[in-house]
């Protein structure tokens, strides 16, 4: 049975109206980007995508272990920063 894995990703709303789309890719594998006309199917194919990456790249999926291993108690925090001329 293959660990879970949790990753912290980036969904950035592209277009207006019925051209809108949702690029996505996640912190850790940035690399790895897809897109969907939904917060959804963009969620689902990311998934698809990174379980291709990483059969094709395994020792990536044992780097993100080894990290959330050693980061249990200290996960990173995303936030803001505003920077005023």
């Given at each position: 049975?293959?660990?879970k894995i949790e990753i912290d990703?980036?969904?950035?709303?592209?277009?207006?109206?019925?051209?809108?789309?949702?690029?996505?890719?996640?912190?850790?594998?940035?690399?790895?980007?897809?897109?969907?006309?939904?917060?959804?199917?963009?969620?689902?194919?990311?998934?698809?995508?990174?379980?291709?990456?990483?059969?094709?790249?395994?020792?990536?999926?044992?780097?993100?272990?080894?990290?959330?291993?050693?980061e249990e108690n200290n996960a990173p925090?995303?936030?803001?920063?505003?920077?005023?001329?």
């Amino acid at each position: 049975m293959k660990e879970k894995i949790e990753i912290d990703i980036v969904i950035y709303p592209e277009g207006k109206g019925a051209d809108k789309i949702y690029s996505i890719s996640s912190m850790q594998i940035p690399n790895v980007v897809t897109q969907g006309n939904t917060i959804e199917e963009a969620k689902i194919r990311l998934r698809e995508a990174l379980e291709l990456y990483f059969e094709s790249a395994p020792w990536e999926r044992e780097r993100l272990i080894k990290i959330e291993e050693e980061e249990e108690n200290n996960a990173p925090m995303i936030s803001k920063l505003v920077l005023v001329p």
